[in-house]
């Protein structure tokens, strides 16, 4: 990492959270673009994208939703644009790749294994849902395996890795991190990776101090310098998680993807609230915040001019 910076990446509005959940839970193109460019102005570097259906904010991969909110946030940004592979965890590969596979983007999402992603105990906490699909998809979470098979993973590599787009490596296990040391064995990915721990998911790690050690003691064991370590936490742990990443040299995301609160008791109100508060914990502590072209050079990208956006 270049000394002192840290990449703050912002996923604005992901596939998780329900629109019944937060009133600012960005769903239109016009407000994912928004909240893009309003995280950007914070000081976010890259931002993390999903889209949604318009009218009822079920997540939806379809590129011509993708379209509209990143011409939006190119023109009025320079913030490297990362696209989602993971699309729902209910969804098949084909269609998950989609907007990755039009737009070739400087960064694309990779989830490096396959797992369980219960989501259903939401459902202890929100009981009134605006729309009908949106309790059965956290129910459904309870029987629900989010494929990322070998298989899958060697494909995704094969199609996006031609385009010259790299990868967020998203991480939600030790095993996760054994199944990418594979793939930089076997020379389908090449450093400097940029490597998304991804902390409080169930069926993933735990959001302990001691799960992030364990993860970053294991990252390094395995890729040494050769690797560009980044933290993500779901819900309340966020920020205590960002905290502590960027205190050990680390990059940090944040988002109303992976947390929908602004403190304890309080949704955010805006992505760009979570990079600020983000931004006041790592120069605090003496840090910088990594502007988008010196994360282009921390994480040796493309560049946006060489994108189908």
Request: proline share 5%.
């Amino acid at each position: 990492m270049a000394k002192g910076k840290v990449i703050i990446s912002c996923a604005v509005t992901g596939a998780i959270h329900t629109p019944s959940m937060s009133p600012y839970l960005p769903i239109t193109a016009e407000e994912i673009a928004e909240a893009a460019v309003g995280a950007a102005e914070a000081g976010a570097a890259i931002i993390h994208l999903h889209a949604r259906n318009p009218v009822d904010g079920r997540p939806d991969q379809n590129p011509d939703l993708f379209e509209p909110f990143l011409k939006v946030i190119k023109q009025r940004t320079d913030a490297v644009l990362n696209l989602t592979t993971g699309g729902h965890p209910s969804m098949a590969l084909q269609d998950r790749m989609k907007p990755a596979t039009r737009f070739a983007p400087e960064v694309a999402s990779l989830n490096m294994g396959t797992m369980g992603f219960g989501l259903f105990p939401m459902l202890n906490r929100f009981k009134d849902f605006k729309y009908d699909w949106e309790a059965p998809a956290l129910e459904a979470s309870r029987d629900l395996v989010f494929k990322n098979t070998f298989a899958d993973i060697e494909y995704l590599l094969g199609v996006l890795s031609p385009m010259g787009t790299r990868f967020e490596f998203e991480c939600y296990d030790t095993s996760h991190l054994y199944n990418l040391a594979y793939f930089l064995d076997r020379g389908l990915v090449k450093a400097p990776l940029f490597i998304q721990t991804c902390f409080g998911i169930l069926g993933g790690i735990g959001a302990h101090p001691d799960d992030v050690m364990h993860m970053k003691r294991t990252a390094d064991r395995l890729f040494g310098n050769q690797y560009e370590w980044s933290v993500l936490g779901a819900g309340a742990k966020q920020m205590s998680i960002v905290a502590m990443a960027a205190s050990m040299g680390g990059n940090v995301r944040v988002g109303l993807e992976d947390s929908l609160w602004g403190g304890r008791g309080r949704l955010a109100e805006t992505n760009a609230e979570q990079v600020r508060t983000a931004r006041q914990i790592i120069e605090g502590i003496g840090l910088e915040v990594a502007t988008p072209d010196e994360a282009r050079k921390i994480l040796d990208l493309k560049g946006g001019d060489r994108t189908n956006i």
